[in-house]
Nanobody, 121 residues
């Protein structure tokens, strides 16, 4: 089975920085697209940033210029560097990855369990 485990969340003051990590483990043949989502209380889960296996990135308008997504393919890990954090960035952040379990298998999207980020004003 595949597991995605996030880490790096916490409490930070507005203007501060945090770096989230998400490591994939299990019987993995290949990891293709990876992404970060966030979900604030009472709101729907929203896409924050995506990165392809070749490191092409895309960002939600609300985080452009402040967040950076990156990956280490050798470690099956994706990162989210978050700078200039705002109270409205407060949410649970989820890792999402499109993974193949073998050379002949179709890909499946997997989710991590989430990590809480709280930004105080």
């Amino acid at each position: 089975q595949v597991q995605l485990v996030e880490s790096g969340g916490g409490l930070v003051q507005a203007g501060g920085s945090l770096t989230l990590s998400c490591a994939a483990s299990g019987s993995i043949f290949g990891i293709y697209d990876m992404a970060w989502y966030h979900q604030a209380p009472g709101k729907q889960r929203e896409l924050v940033a995506t990165i392809t296996r070749g490191s092409i990135t895309n960002y939600a308008d609300s985080v452009k210029g402040r967040f950076t997504i990156s990956r280490d393919n050798a470690k099956n890990t994706v990162y989210l560097q978050m700078n200039s954090l705002k109270p409205e960035d407060t949410a649970v952040y989820y890792c999402n990855a499109r993974i193949a379990l073998s050379a002949l298998a179709t890909t499946t999207w997997y989710w991590g369990q989430g990590t809480q980020v709280t930004v105080s004003s």
